[in-house]
């Protein structure tokens, strides 16, 4: 049997909820059944596992630890690096590190130097870690554009600084939809030569995406142990 239990307070988020969606979509094709609940079972089945979507360390450990109390093999998705050291646990987790360095490194083989990272949510962990990354490998810090109180406004910052500019990361599909949106607006914008880099699932012809994509890394966690299908 396979449990799918989610930590609450991100259930919301774009990363949680695209990792959910992809359990279901790859468990029925391969016809595992998973279960979700708010809590540990208790009685689970022989060889049964319990998948922890999630990103709080404590939240992640704790649940991990109590999985393992009743005999379920706890498998963590999450969007960070989290120390589970001691614990008997699986994990599959987004490398955003990584992922900012393919991102920058594919600009620069692409001769732009002058970067910018745009559209980054002052209230989302994993976009803060991005921009921590971008400023670590380009040293451009100040290039980093946060979303505000609206679209327009994040996009005259950038616009107003466009001249800067040779490349820009998108920190999610939702910001390189909002520069599109803007740039269709501004001739100066639609006019340069500005290569666009995206850290999402983006399927706009004019996007370079670099997409983050759980689902098949998910499902590698699953087969690691032969689960019984569904009947």
């Given at each position: 049997?396979?449990?799918?239990?989610?930590?609450?307070?991100?259930?919301?988020?774009?990363?949680?909820?695209?990792?959910?969606?992809?359990?279901?979509?790859?468990?029925?094709?391969?016809?595992?059944?998973?279960?979700?609940?708010?809590?540990?079972?208790?009685?689970?089945?022989?060889?049964?596992?319990?998948?922890?979507?999630?990103?709080?360390?404590?939240?992640?450990?704790?649940t991990a630890r109590g999985?393992?109390?009743?005999?379920?093999?706890?498998?963590?998705?999450?969007?960070?690096?989290?120390?589970?050291?001691?614990?008997?646990?699986?994990?599959?987790?987004?490398?955003?590190?990584?992922?900012?360095?393919?991102?920058?490194?594919?600009?620069?083989?692409?001769?732009?130097?002058?970067?910018?990272?745009?559209?980054?949510?002052?209230?989302?962990?994993?976009?803060?870690?991005?921009?921590?990354?971008?400023?670590?490998?380009?040293?451009?810090?100040?290039?980093?554009?946060?979303?505000?109180?609206?679209?327009?406004?994040?996009?005259?910052?950038?616009?107003?600084?466009?001249?800067?500019?040779?490349?820009?990361?998108?920190?999610?599909?939702?910001?390189?939809?909002?520069?599109?949106?803007?740039?269709?607006?501004?001739?100066?914008?639609?006019?340069?030569?500005?290569?666009?880099?995206?850290?999402?699932?983006?399927?706009?012809?004019?996007?370079?995406?670099?997409?983050?994509?759980?689902?098949?890394?998910?499902?590698?966690?699953?087969?690691?142990?032969?689960?019984?299908?569904?009947?």
């Amino acid at each position: 049997m396979v449990y799918l239990m989610v930590e609450q307070q991100f259930a919301k988020y774009p990363w949680c909820q695209r990792t959910i969606r992809g359990i279901f979509e790859e468990v029925r094709k391969r016809r595992i059944h998973v279960q979700e609940v708010s809590e540990l079972p208790g009685g689970a089945e022989e060889r049964s596992c319990v998948l922890l979507v999630g990103a709080s360390e404590e939240w992640i450990n704790q649940t991990a630890r109590g999985a393992g109390s009743l005999g379920l093999h706890p498998i963590v998705l999450s969007n960070r690096e989290t120390n589970s050291s001691g614990l008997s646990v699986s994990s599959v987790k987004m490398d955003i590190h990584s992922s900012m360095e393919l991102a920058v490194d594919y600009l620069r083989t692409l001769g732009r130097e002058r970067l910018a990272l745009f559209g980054v949510n002052p209230s989302a962990s994993s976009d803060l870690w991005r921009a921590r990354r971008f400023g670590e490998l380009t040293g451009r810090e100040g290039d980093v554009f946060f979303l505000g109180s609206s679209v327009n406004e994040i996009f005259d910052q950038f616009y107003e600084k466009i001249h800067r500019y040779d490349g820009v990361i998108c920190a999610s599909d939702y910001a390189a939809v909002s520069l599109g949106a803007g740039s269709g607006k501004r001739t100066m914008l639609s006019r340069r030569s500005l290569m666009l880099s995206v850290m999402g699932i983006c399927s706009c012809p004019d996007c370079s995406g670099r997409p983050l994509r759980p689902f098949p890394t998910t499902m590698r966690a699953l087969e690691k142990r032969r689960w019984p299908s569904a009947p």
